[in-house]
């Protein structure tokens, strides 16, 4: 109950933790300033690399969705991963719904390793339901027909496991 009121008085200790426990693991971040509005992010990272892996350009994210992204960039042992960005301030298409990329929330990732997602996704799709509850491929829409699209929103792709 102690650790709850401290957390509500002086939110920034849990900023502090997250952004603290991925420089530990040598990973290059660096803590940013949200975006001020409704599309802010909560404790907020610049991630450049991991510690065995490479962001191409860095990605703007929340702390807790840059660790599921490196922990999954680890898993599949990626040395670079090609994105199209994280944050973004805008609704999901053809919804009123903002997206998971306008809280920091969400990746767009378009090659691993050099290799384009849109030849080869099936096992980076895999790992990423380890990581997220969805991942959307090229088998999803003609939307992402070139990227996964990974967060951890309210979304179930994982749980259904419509692709597999």
């Given at each position: ?66 660790k599921d ?6 898993y599949i ?88």
């Amino acid at each position: 109950m102690r650790i709850f009121i401290l957390l509500l008085l002086f939110p920034f200790v849990a900023s502090a933790s997250c952004f603290d426990d991925l420089q530990s693991m040598g990973w290059r971040v660096k803590a940013v300033q949200s975006p001020s509005g409704f599309c802010s992010i909560n404790e907020a990272v610049r991630l450049y690399a991991t510690d065995t892996t490479t962001f191409h350009p860095s990605v703007l994210l929340s702390c807790s969705t840059a660790k599921d992204v490196g922990m999954w960039a680890k898993y599949i042992s990626a040395k670079r991963v090609d994105n199209v960005g994280g944050y973004v301030c805008r609704k999901q298409r053809s919804s009123i719904f903002p997206s998971q990329h306008s809280f920091g929330k969400a990746i767009d990732v378009t090659a691993i390793d050099g290799v384009p997602i849109s030849k080869d996704w099936h096992s980076a799709y895999k790992a990423g339901c380890k990581f997220f509850n969805t991942v959307l491929t090229p088998m999803h829409d003609s939307l992402h027909h070139d990227h996964l699209h990974m967060d951890n929103g309210y979304g179930y792709s994982c749980l259904f496991d419509i692709v597999r």
